[in-house]
């Protein structure tokens, strides 16, 4: 009997080891969840209409007729009829869709660029 309960006392010592190796690990992953949810928080999709584009920057006017300008730098991504493309190709009256993301400044960078 002495060697049932050793062996029944072994085995719920293990099973408590391995419960608490996977709620550690559970709460590991917890933050990464919250930092990505925060990433997604600050990025948007602004579709409109471009007014103005410059070497830095794309002007867009919405359907409720509000204007934003967006920044463009070198990690931005243009797509022109779903090809690769460059700021050069965007034009004045082009519909586009942007995910930008807004900054500690409360400024808006564009992270993707999409033409119609």
């Not at 559970?26 to 209409?49: L, V, Y």
């Amino acid at each position: 009997m002495t060697k049932v309960s050793r062996a029944l006392g072994a085995a719920m010592l293990c099973l408590g080891l391995l419960l608490s190796g996977s709620v550690m690990a559970k709460q590991d992953q917890m933050p990464a969840k919250d930092s990505q949810k925060k990433e997604k928080a600050q990025t948007s999709t602004i579709n409109g209409t471009v007014s103005a584009v410059t070497d830095s920057a794309v002007t867009i006017v919405d359907s409720a007729k509000a204007e934003m300008t967006v920044a463009v730098n070198s990690e931005t991504k243009v797509k022109k009829g779903g090809k690769d493309a460059t700021l050069a190709d965007v034009k004045a009256n082009d519909v586009v869709t942007v995910e930008a993301k807004k900054g500690e400044d409360g400024t808006w960078t564009a992270l993707k660029i999409s033409v119609a």
